[in-house]
């Protein structure tokens, strides 16, 4: 077999293909296998629960309907419901995104590569994947649309309310489809998988500390006209005006 050409290519290819095989399946099973995986209740981080409450506040009726009502008094009763619906919120979304394919055309990882991380936040840790709501891990392999890994708090829960309900209303030639099922009728009246989905994207980047504030950001040297008319007037150089 390795007195010819194809014999040597045959060889090395099954070479080639054990080491990526140990090196992208059986390493680093070994590195994490003792790293915990995060359950849905764990991934109720403060950002999260902003979110939901921001949900329950802009469609009252529509929540109420999904998930009850919100305990009114303060408390540990009230903190308790308010966590444990919005895990389960999480876990309706997470379903609806895989069940619409959404990952076709969003992936959720940031390479390092190409500038990525300025235009979608921090390139993608190996921590960040270990939760159940990663499960199996959603990668993509192209970006009609873009990366998601970061798109929790760049937009408002009624922005993404309408943009589901038709994206044509808010990006002009948008290709995506519009997902009118998650509501009854109008995009103010999400139903519990349009709201669970809502609330799946806002988690997503949840977890940075600059939440959602990930991006650069510098303010433009130029003022406003008002402002400079309202300027004081420069003092007269010396010797002007005698």
Not at 164 to 171: E, V, W
Not at 191 to 220: F, H, T, V
């Amino acid at each position: 077999m390795l007195e010819n050409r194809s014999g040597v290519f045959f060889i090395a290819g099954l070479f080639f293909f054990a080491l990526a095989f140990v090196s992208q399946a059986v390493v680093p099973i070994l590195m994490y296998r003792d790293q915990p995986e995060l359950t849905a209740e764990q991934l109720v981080n403060p950002n999260v629960r902003f979110q939901f409450e921001d949900l329950a506040k802009r469609f009252p009726e529509p929540f109420k309907a999904a998930f009850g009502e919100v305990p009114a008094n303060p408390g540990p009763e009230r903190e308790e419901w308010l966590n444990k619906r919005a895990a389960e919120a999480l876990r309706v979304g997470r379903k609806a995104y895989t069940g619409e394919a959404c990952w076709h055309c969003h992936s959720q990882f940031v390479r390092p590569v190409s500038n990525e991380d300025r235009r979608f936040g921090p390139v993608s840790e190996a921590w960040e994947y270990q939760n159940e709501l990663q499960r199996p891990v959603m990668f993509g392999t192209r970006r009609v649309g873009p990366d998601l890994s970061r798109e929790g708090g760049r937009r408002s829960n009624d922005w993404h309310a309408a943009h589901l309900f038709q994206p044509n209303a808010l990006i002009s030639g948008s290709p995506m489809p519009s997902y009118k099922w998650y509501f009854d009728g109008s995009p103010d009246k999400p139903n519990k998988k349009g709201l669970s989905l809502i609330l799946y994207l806002q988690w997503l980047g949840s977890w940075l500390e600059s939440y959602p504030y990930y991006e650069d950001y510098k303010a433009s040297p130029l003022r406003l006209p008002e402002a400079k008319s309202a300027a004081p007037a420069a003092a007269p150089a010396a010797g002007e005006g005698e």
